[in-house]
């Protein structure tokens, strides 16, 4: 009977993963049109805002399936998203490099079958989207395996070393180093202005990119070798900084930088659409931001959108700690985010 909470939280996960992973492909596949203009261009037009929606929804997923896996301490629940994921984030580059195309003459290592082939070629047109969501989900994925896998081995050593401390010891050693409320706090804030900093200059400069491989070469550069190598390694940046806005934000457990997370991730999600409809010196400020911010990957408006996913939980548990501290016959909250250590 021990082993069963642990095989629910580790079926809880598998399942999420997999209902997740289906509404993301209902929304990016069937429900969100192509923009009209491509990615890269820095003047948009008629944003649509069932996209806006879409990158909620892909933030949402990602952090509620690494909350979920992290919960598990499973060490198959790791293997399976550590796989899952590395397979969904590395699908285009084993296109490119393993499934022939006779018209974008890119070079291919021809090892697979030709029935394999064939149904990697499939799989990526499957789930195909104006998101991309899966190559973003697919990297939380992975990045959330490697650390559940982890922290599976080190239990796993802990509980063979009759030494080794208790979970009791353990919390107590913890809470010693414990980083203060206002230090979780001004942590949040400096990580959410580095990493949106550091993401946009990087996604800005993948265009660049696109601009100058365009002028020598007419065929789409993810589609080439080196620029698959180049998007493949942004999106596992933008995956793990998704992983890494979430972390400080919710162990500040504070209303305020709940606030802060909130509105700064809703600017940048609506960003492109704020760009498209406002007038004035707004839009003036909205099209310069968004062009500093561009790029092909998305990646601020990714990022925005977790960060506004966390702040408005953080903001639900901050006032939910502050009512149950209200009534003296219920003890408050407890639970936290836990430490990747």
């Known amino acids: 009977m021990t082993g069963s909470p642990k095989l629910g939280r580790a079926s809880s996960a598998l399942v999420a993963a997999a209902a997740v992973l289906v509404a993301i492909w209902w929304l990016d596949h069937l429900v969100i049109p192509y923009p009209t203009v491509p990615e890269y261009d820095t003047d948009p ?52 490099y393993f499934v022939p195309d006779p018209y974008s003459g890119t070079p291919y290592w021809g090892a697979l079958p030709a029935s394999l082939a064939s149904a990697i070629k499939e799989l990526r047109r499957a789930i195909a989207g104006p998101l991309d969501a899966f190559g973003t989900v697919g990297g939380v994925l992975a990045i959330v395996g490697v650390f559940v896998l982890a922290r ?11 030494d080794s401390e208790t979970a009791l010891q353990a919390r107590s050693r913890a809470a010693q180093w414990s980083v203060p409320k206002l230090g979780w706090a001004a942590l949040a804030i400096a990580t959410a202005a580095v990493s949106l900093a550091a993401i946009a200059r990087v996604d800005h400069a ?21 620029g698959t190598l180049l998007k493949l390694g942004a999106q596992l940046a933008v995956a793990g900084l998704v992983l890494v806005v979430a972390l400080p934000s919710w162990r500040s457990r504070s209303a305020a930088v709940g606030v802060i997370y909130a509105v700064a991730g809703i600017f940048f999600t609506l960003l492109p659409m704020i760009t ?46 502050r009512l149950a501290a209200g009534e003296p016959s219920t003890p408050a909250a407890s639970a936290s985010w836990p430490t990747l250590s």
């Open 45 to 96: 037009v008629y944003y649509d805002p069932i996209r806006s929606l879409g990158y909620f929804a892909m933030a949402g997923g990602a952090l509620v399936l690494a909350r979920l896996a992290w919960w598990s301490r499973s060490a198959v629940v790791g293997t399976t998203y550590l796989i899952v994921g590395a397979g969904l984030a590395l699908l285009p580059w084993i296109y490119v």
């Open 152 to 162: 599976w081995l080190r239990d796993w050593v802990a509980a063979r070393e009759p």
């Open 206 to 226: 993948l265009s660049q990119v696109w601009y100058r491989t365009l002028a020598h070469d007419s065929s789409f550069v993810w589609d080439q070798p080196m």
């Open 276 to 321: 498209d409809y406002s007038l004035g010196s707004t839009a003036t400020t909205a099209k310069a931001i968004f062009t500093a911010t561009n790029g092909p990957l998305n990646a601020v408006t990714i990022v925005g959108a977790a960060m506004a996913v966390v702040g408005v939980v953080v903001v639900g548990r901050s006032l939910r700690d």
